[in-house]
């Protein structure tokens, strides 16, 4: 067992009775919806996983710790901690050396998750390249760890607020393959479409799986984007967030708005101007991911990952 690694009593007994695990970010909780919805909403995703017959595994950082499953109030403490900080791959050592409450991002939440030995990871959308980026080099670190871990990361894919097309464009680049569930079009989180398709459509858990577990048993390593539209009836219109997108993107700039605080500002600004729509459609999509990951780390258990 990993020496940073802290299992939860359910994830323990599921590892041990070898039952499929699905990890769940924290960031979502710390960074990514006020309270209460987040602890809410974090609860309400870890039991449509259990009920889809995994066992989920939201994994944090605390007290020096990484924590594999959190209790009810270690979610809390998450929830309701203003201090947690945002952790990626360069920041895992700090936080984890100087004992400081951490919240994973995708690109941390990849990390741990290969330590633990889970192949599948939901989460809400994967960060991207940003609008902008041939000049401000600002590209997120999730892109590189799908590149180089191997695990696969359920989404509804990036939010509207980056660069999609350059996104994918990366995402090539590094062989990370991009599947699509149920349609060709790639979905760009609070819209069912982007206007870009994904390289592959495979709708049934079972072809997934076996997808996934070839692409690992040829010995390419990395991971696997595994992109799953928002539900048409929780889905924005297309033309209203394109909209909304291009005037928070205005404000962000002419505020003086950048680096690590872009992302939160404009989902913040995105809800004030939709009056609250997007955070339902965030929290809609999250838990259709989460089903979707259930069921595929239950048929990666009858494809068995190399």
């Not at 404000?251 to 690590?260: C, I, N």
Request: with cysteine; aromatic share 4%; glycine share 10%.
């Amino acid at each position: 067992m990993h020496q940073f690694l802290s299992y939860s009593a359910e994830v323990a007994n599921a590892r041990a009775a070898g039952k499929p695990v699905v990890a769940l970010e924290s960031t979502i909780i710390s960074h990514g919806m006020p309270y209460p919805q987040n602890v809410q909403t974090a609860r309400e995703v870890e039991q449509i996983i259990r009920d889809a017959g995994a066992v989920p595994a939201t994994i944090a950082i605390i007290g020096g710790k990484i924590c594999i499953g959190l209790s009810p109030e270690q979610l809390e403490l998450l929830g309701n901690s203003p201090d947690a900080m945002k952790v990626s791959r360069r920041d895992l050592p700090y936080v984890l050396s100087q004992g400081k409450l951490g919240a994973t991002t995708v690109a941390a939440t990849m990390i741990c998750a290969e330590l633990a030995g889970i192949h599948v990871f939901v989460t809400g959308g994967i960060g991207g390249v940003h609008r902008g980026a041939e000049t401000s080099f600002d590209i997120s670190a999730d892109l590189q760890e799908l590149a180089q871990t191997s695990v696969a990361v359920v989404c509804a894919g990036v939010k509207s607020i980056l660069d999609i097309g350059l996104t994918l464009e990366y995402l090539e680049t590094h062989g990370v393959p991009v599947v699509s569930v149920g349609q060709a079009g790639f979905p760009a989180f609070f819209t069912r479409e982007s206007g870009f398709n994904a390289e592959f459509q495979l709708d049934t858990p079972a072809e997934q799986a076996s997808f996934i577990n070839t692409k690992w048993k040829l010995g390419l390593k990395g991971g696997v984007v595994v992109s799953a539209p928002v539900p048409q009836a929780d889905a924005m219109p297309k033309a209203e967030i394109d909209a909304i997108t291009a005037q928070a993107l205005g404000e962000a700039a002419a505020g003086g708005v950048t680096g690590k605080k872009v992302t939160p500002f404009l989902l913040a600004r995105i809800k004030q101007l939709t009056e609250g729509r997007s955070l339902a459609t965030n929290i809609a999509l999250v838990k259709n991911n989460a089903r979707v990951g259930a069921e595929l780390a239950r048929a990666l258990l009858e494809h068995p990952v190399a």
